[in-house]
């Protein structure tokens, strides 16, 4: 059974960078068919797509962060992590880890699927001086 | 389109049906995933695809889908349903990932 946890500092300075790390255990990241994602959401709001990586190395960002997000990954280690550079308060939050699965088109509909499982159990990351 | 839209609250007497929905564009080609979040913990996978299931999710819990509107549906409503209920799909272009701002079921 996949399981997957959140470390990193709890407290981050404005204008610095957020730095998270992600190890998964109970199975490989390097096994291919998976896009370990990075999730938000800040306090008392919904849930925030970060960006995900694939084993590979290939990464896709939210537009809407893209500029300051860099996820990366580490098959050794079997982690992956996220770096959110010039944060500002809005950037407190708790931060997921997730594995994101896209499955096969539905032959008869034609639709495509994906879903996030498992999750990590969160971080709360607070952004203050 | 990158937005989908579910309703802020639903509530539903305890052993009754509610029916949680979540709108957009991209629905029309792409199956929602449905997650459940309870206060203080992470969300948790209920309905994915057409209408599976992870282990250990009761079968209370189905999904459905018409048009550019999903639908998560609980049959027979318990206390321990009363959670938040996100909705995930992909915006239209296939490459991004997108969360309805949530539902949240109150079981009265």
């Known amino acids: 059974q996949v399981q997957l946890q959140e470390s990193g500092p709890g407290l981050v300075k404005p204008s610095q960078t957020l730095s998270l790390t992600c190890t998964v255990s109970?199975?490989?990241?390097?096994?291919?068919?998976?896009?370990w994602s990075w999730i938000r959401q800040h306090p008392g709001k919904g849930l925030e797509w970060i960006g995900y990586?694939?084993?590979?190395?290939?990464?896709y960002y939210n537009p809407s962060l893209k500029s300051l997000v860099t996820i990366s990954v580490d098959t050794s280690k079997n982690q992956f992590s996220l770096k959110l550079s010039s944060v500002t308060a809005a950037d407190t939050a708790v931060y997921y880890c997730?594995?994101?699965?896209?499955?096969?088109?539905?032959?008869?509909?034609?639709?495509?699927?994906?879903?996030?499982?498992?999750w990590g159990q969160g971080t709360l990351v607070t952004v203050s001086s | 389109s990158s937005e989908l839209t579910q309703d802020p609250a639903v509530s539903v007497a305890l052993g009754q049906t509610v029916r949680i929905t979540c709108q957009g564009d991209s629905l029309r080609s792409y199956y929602a995933s449905w997650y459940q979040q309870k206060p203080g913990q992470a969300p948790v996978l209920v309905i994915y695809?057409?209408?599976n299931r992870p282990s250990g999710i009761p079968d209370r819990f189905s999904g459905s889908s018409s048009g550019n509107t999903a639908s998560l549906t609980i049959t027979g409503a318990q206390a321990e349903d009363e959670a938040d209920y996100y909705c995930?799909?992909?915006?239209?272009?296939?490459?991004?990932?997108?969360f309805g701002g949530g539902t949240k079921l109150t079981v009265l």
């Open positions: 990586i694939y084993y590979s190395g290939s990464t």
């Open positions: 997730a594995r994101l699965t896209r499955g096969d088109r539905d032959f008869w509909s034609g639709y495509f699927t994906g879903w996030f499982d498992p």
């Open positions: 695809g057409k209408n």
């Open positions: 995930n799909s992909r915006d239209s272009s296939g490459n991004q990932e997108v």
């Open positions: 109970g199975g490989s990241i390097s096994s291919g068919g998976y896009y």
